[in-house]
């Protein structure tokens, strides 16, 4: 069994997650019974098929709300420096949603005390940001020119927006994001009562399932609502999957997110992807089947994390004999072939995974060159 030093803290591993969808789950876990929290795509932008590490780089195009019968706030989330040209077009997205049917109650922005910002969002007088907006000559899509054409030249339109918008507005800054969803996770997620690393599993599940609704809503250029039913039955569901015996996380949202790039020169120079190659798959099947070791590699740190270090053994010694005797089944019937290997070891049972992905993913885990025991080859070398 390979060595590994195991995260005491497990809050670092929220960190792999945007921070926008920190931020979303940091409000979603803080509804009510009656509210709701959407993650809303700004009109006029014109994102294709970003990865989920990419939504970070567009935090001016997203905005989330709580919404319930009395109250709609809205959340502006900035992670950089914010200068007053970054605050000028957060102010002008604000604009157009306070000349809407929507009844915002609350502005907020949202940024974190790393970057040490001061609040610059009305450093402009009213006077001055409307000559501001008067005097843009940008094309006809640009949000200025957008609220060019709503105000049509009426300050005293434009005065009584931007007055109401300064005084239903928010800063919020936050010291450590990490923690303040740790904390407010303690008893949705029942912290005391099960093992550590269980508790955080729960946490990642959340997060990872909510980047790819998110995802799936930038996509589709809809917004995602989350009411409070929703969420609860989200958390009694990850409750039920992810126990300190059981560690099943979705695997349709994993593979969602963890997509495999042949470009990557790691993947493309590694044993197992020259195993895979051996056996002549097409590239959708090359993908689908690292997708199944990248999957399995992640619950193997979890199992070892929680020191299951026999149910790692147990799987892998189990995925080693079926590749053992399919290949002698092979051999006999001389129809020893690298894709028949990979095949048939696919189809024997391994009562220690608890699912296909699990065992096919072990599998192509044994392939790797760092496997010194029970190293597994598709095509003997």
Known sequence: MDKYVQDISGISSLSGFSYQIRVFVYYLISLEEGMQVEFETVDDVNIKKIKPEEIDNYEANFLNKIVNKD?????????????????????????LLEGSDH??????LFTDDEYKNTDVMFNYTATEFFKYINDSSKGAKATISKVKRILSGDFKKFEQIYDSI??????????????????KCV??????????????????ELLQHVTVKVMDSINEKKPHIFTYNDFMGLVEDISTRITDEVNQPLYADFKKI?????????????????????????DFLLKQHLGYCAYYESLRYSYMESNKLSKIE???????ENFESAKHNLKRRNKDHPYNRLDET???????????????????????????DNQISWKDE
């Not at 300064?166 to 904390?183: A, H, Q």
């Not at 147990?314 to 080693?320: C, D, L, P, S």
């Open 187 to 204: 008893s949705l997620f029942r912290k005391v009562a099960v093992n550590k690393v269980t508790y955080y599993q729960r946490i990642k």
């Open 258 to 282: 963890h997509t495999v790039n042949f470009e990557d020169l790691k993947i493309a120079q590694s044993r197992e992807f020259k195993q895979l190659k051996a056996c002549e798959l097409p």
């Open 103 to 108: 009844k915002v109650t609350k502005y907020i």
């Open 314 to 320: 147990n799987i892998e010694e189990t995925t080693y």
């Open 346 to 372: 696919k189809k024997l049972s391994n009562s220690y995974a608890d699912s296909e992905q699990i065992r096919y993913g072990s599998g192509i885990y044994l392939t790797k060159d760092e496997i010194e």
């Open 166 to 183: 300064r005084d239903k507005y928010e800063f919020v800054s936050i010291t450590n994001l990490d923690e303040e969803i740790d904390g």
């Open 71 to 95: 109250k709609n706030k809205a959340i502006q989330v900035k992670r950089t420096k914010i200068s007053e040209e970054g605050a000028r077009k957060v102010l002008l997205n604000w604009i």
